[in-house]
């Protein structure tokens, strides 16, 4: 199984700050790519899939992707405590078309 | 649209006991993956089925196991469950494979 591998963390940010959330993957022929945000308690929950090079901008959430490097970011915007949660990096494996998860990264904004 | 349902929410069994999860997809949905998540391991793919064939398995001994019906509803098992397999499980719709997935809440199996 390919690896994919997300910074240990925690992360603690203070409100309205930008929150840094980076992904690294080792699956060269992977093409879909996304980001999931777990509450304690609850399931994951899709909050942006990138497919291209760049960036990709939906409301304060920026995805960035460089598939030659091998990496995806999450940025936050105005960091608010409900985004306080585990984010989860997720990729489509080539080949088998397997979904992967990183362990996740918590994050936790400070009013 | 309804979302991804699992059933049951929460399950306590006994060591050695079997058990039966049951996971309906997103209308339309024909692709389902189960996961298990644990603190100490993150989420851990256990297998996918695509129109009632399994197209990947993970890494998990043969006491877990899974199908799909022609509805597209999923159900994986668990034999002889062990305290280890304490977790939330979760599955997960996807219209095709290797497209966008939606979870369920999970169902979290206490082994005691």
């Known amino acids: 199984q390919k690896e994919v591998e997300q910074n240990s963390g925690p992360l603690s940010v203070p409100e309205g700050a930008i929150a840094s959330l980076n992904c690294t993957y080792s699956?060269?022929?992977?093409?879909?790519f996304f980001w999931y945000r777990q509450y304690s308690g609850k399931s994951p929950e899709l909050i942006m899939s990138?497919?291209?090079?760049g960036d990709k901008e939906d409301g304060r959430f920026t995805a960035q992707l460089n598939k030659a490097s091998q990496y995806v970011s999450l940025l936050i915007r105005d960091s608010q405590p409900s985004d306080s949660a585990t984010y989860l990096c997720?990729?489509?494996?080539?080949?088998?078309?397997?979904?992967?998860f990183g362990k996740g990264m918590k994050l936790t904004v400070n009013p | 649209k309804a979302g991804v349902t699992q059933t049951p929410r929460y399950l306590i069994k006994t060591r050695g006991q079997q058990v039966t999860l049951s996971c309906s997809p997103i209308s339309g949905h024909r692709s389902v993956s189960w996961y298990q998540q644990t603190p100490g391991q993150g989420l851990q793919f256990l297998f996918e089925y695509f129109s009632e064939t399994q197209r990947n398995k993970g890494n998990f001994p043969g006491r877990f196991s899974g199908r799909q019906f022609s509805n597209s509803r999923s159900e994986m098992n668990v034999s002889t469950l062990e305290l280890g397999d304490s977790a939330l499980y979760l599955c997960?719709?996807?219209?095709?494979?290797?497209?966008?997935?939606?979870f369920g809440q999970g169902t979290r199996l206490t082994v005691v």
């Open positions: 699956d060269r022929v992977s093409q879909s």
């Open positions: 997960a719709s996807s219209f095709w494979t290797g497209t966008e997935a939606f």
């Open positions: 990138i497919y291209s090079n």
């Open positions: 997720a990729v489509i494996e080539g080949g088998s078309e397997k979904l992967v």
